[in-house]
T-cell receptor, first 112, second 117 residues
């Protein structure tokens, strides 16, 4: 079955630091890969996505590249801000189904 | 953007009572809604897939008689936790799908925290 393994948190960084949150997956076929963000008290929001190998998803300064050879989709940002503090979830979706499989989530706290 | 609401946002109930949680898509019609459960510091676990006008499809290990799902309209799905017990305490999140075949058309509600005493 499908599974997502995500770097455990919590992660605490200073403002303007570089961020990497690791994510690897196991799936049959050719899944789509996603990063969702959950701000305190809010629902999950789609941050970025990639639908095929070597695709790079990007949004709000965050990037992730779909690496089929390493089955990874690591999230990166060159300079984090306090407002980036949230929980980040890596997820995969199978090709035709609408169901998502989530990683365990990584709490990020950015200090001023 | 697409908005999904959940009501209530939190609920405390006594053991043995039933609790109903509503999930509404406010500005679009959702042919499919999903119900997830999230334990503290853990991932979202899919409980069931709810299709408008038909019976829900439950994931393995989820008791369908305990977690009743009704998707009576294209904008409303309800999850009823029947005869709730303390082990049912959790954060329940719904998502609504606009109907495309792409998984990224899911929009998530803010969640409902259930505490069973």
């Amino acid at each position: 079955g499908n599974s997502v393994t995500q770097m455990e948190g919590p992660v605490t960084l200073s403002e303007e630091a570089f961020l990497t949150i690791n994510c690897t997956y196991t799936a049959t076929g050719y899944p789509s890969l996603f990063w969702y963000v959950q701000y305190p008290g809010e629902g999950l929001q789609l941050l970025l996505k990639a639908t095929k190998a070597d695709d790079k998803g990007s949004n709000k300064g965050f990037e992730a590249t779909y690496r089929k050879e390493t089955t990874s989709f690591h999230l990166e940002k060159g300079s984090v801000q306090v407002s980036d503090s949230a929980v980040y979830f890596c997820a995969l979706g199978s090709g035709s189904a609408r169901q998502l499989t989530f990683g365990s989530g990584t709490q990020l706290t950015v200090l001023p | 953007g697409a908005v999904v609401s959940q009501h209530p946002s939190w609920v405390i109930c006594k053991s043995g009572t039933s609790v109903k949680i509503e999930c509404r898509s406010l500005d679009f019609q959702a042919t499919t809604m999903f119900w997830y459960r999230q334990f503290p510091k853990q991932s979202l676990m899919l409980m069931a897939t709810s299709n408008e006008g038909s019976k829900a499809t439950y994931e393995q290990g989820v008791e369908k008689d305990k977690f009743l799902i009704n998707h009576a309209s294209l904008t409303l799905s309800t999850l009823t936790v029947t005869s709730a017990h303390p082990e049912d305490s959790s954060f329940y999140i719904c998502s609504a799908d606009r109907g495309s075949s792409r998984a990224d058309t899911q929009y998530f509600g803010p969640g409902t925290r259930l505490t069973v005493l």
